[in-house]
């Protein structure tokens, strides 16, 4: 996590909220939320956020940004600002 916040403060002090910012996890935004400050943190700077476990069963190869059709594309910042994932 250190060195994704590192990357995403140099973007975000480069180029402001002029660029998206997304990032593949394979935990849930849920669980993210639950986890350590850092992971807040990151939360925190980034737009986007691609969630949940690849599965293998749920393949779906016609997905956009996504492996699995269990996966997410979550709105992070209007996600934080609800308190509840916003798609």
């Known amino acids: 996590t250190d060195v994704c916040l590192q990357v995403v ?7 402001g909220t002029t660029k998206d910012i997304w ?3 394979g935990y ?12 807040l943190e990151l939360l925190s700077q980034i737009d986007i956020l691609v969630d949940g476990r690849f599965e293998l069963s ?12 269990n996966q997410r ?14 798609i």
């Open 9 to 15: 403060r140099r973007i975000r002090k480069e180029f």
């Open 28 to 39: 849930t935004f849920d669980e993210l939320l639950q986890d350590s400050e850092d992971k």
């Open 58 to 69: 749920k393949r779906d190869l016609k997905l956009q940004f996504r492996g699995s059709s």
């Open 23 to 25: 990032s593949w996890t």
């Open 73 to 86: 594309i979550i709105d992070v910042q209007k996600s934080l600002e609800s308190n509840q994932v916003v």
